[in-house]
């Protein structure tokens, strides 16, 4: 079984830092990775989407690699914004099935 | 541009009662799926349809079952509430195991 974790779990930084948010998955067998932000009380919204094939993905202010035979992801934004504040999610395809990890909670202090 | 729309946004049942949560994508898209999100748990698969036709159970198919209607829509029915189904749902939706999910805006069901 696919198991997924996100360290740290929350974050605090002030405006202007960058943030460096980390996940782990256990089986390397993978169609993709997709990082996700969620607000509260909100659904999902798709940051970026890494293909088991590449290395990593860019858009805007945000980075993500990957390191699959290691099973590692990092999302990287930069110079951060108090509108980053949110709940991040990584999840791993592996055929069907996305898997996820519990997030971690990034406030950004104005 | 709707993308994936879920109905109702919010919904409180008594335990036993019955209800259909309704999930809609106007991306043409070949899968869809439905997942729960509870505190601590994370998201958790509950079914998924690969293609129009066709459904599977997930991780946690006890207790609901699932609807392919059409192409657009994927309907997640709870046939006797129980609290221990309080939780929050979402439906996603993509066009294959390889390309980018996209998920609804949730439905949160409580059930007393």
């Known amino acids: 079984k696919q198991e997924v974790t996100q360290i740290p779990a929350a974050l605090s930084v002030p405006e202007g830092e960058n943030l460096v948010l980390n996940c782990s998955f256990t089986d390397s067998a993978i169609y993709n990775l997709q990082w996700f932000r969620q607000d509260p009380g909100k659904g999902l919204t798709s940051l970026l989407l890494i293909q088991s094939s590449q290395r990593e993905q860019t858009s805007g202010r945000l980075n993500a690699s990957l390191d699959k035979s290691s099973g590692r992801s990092t999302l990287y934004i930069a110079a951060s914004q108090p509108g980053d504040s949110a709940t991040y999610l990584c999840a791993v395809r592996s055929d069907y099935k996305l898997s996820f990890g519990a997030g971690t909670t990034v406030t950004v202090r104005a | 541009n709707a993308g994936v729309t879920q109905t109702p946004k919010f919904q409180v049942l008594k335990t036993g009662q019955s209800m259909t949560l309704q999930c809609a994508q106007d991306m043409n898209h070949n899968s869809m799926y439905w997942y729960r999100q509870d ?74």
């Not at chain 2, 601590?40 to 079914?47: A, Q």
């Not at chain 2, 991780?59 to 657009?72: A, C, Q």
């Not at chain 2, 029915?77 to 609290?83: M, N, Q, T």
């Open chain 2, 39 to 112: 505190p601590g748990m994370g998201l958790r698969l509950i079914y998924y349809s690969a293609s129009e036709g066709t459904t599977d159970k997930g991780e946690v198919p006890n207790g609901y079952n699932v609807s392919r209607l059409n192409k657009r829509e994927f309907s997640l029915r709870l046939e006797s509430a129980a609290p221990s189904q309080t939780s929050v749902y979402f439906c996603a939706s993509n066009q294959g195991p390889n390309t980018e999910a996209f998920f609804g805006q949730g439905t949160r069901l409580t059930v007393v």
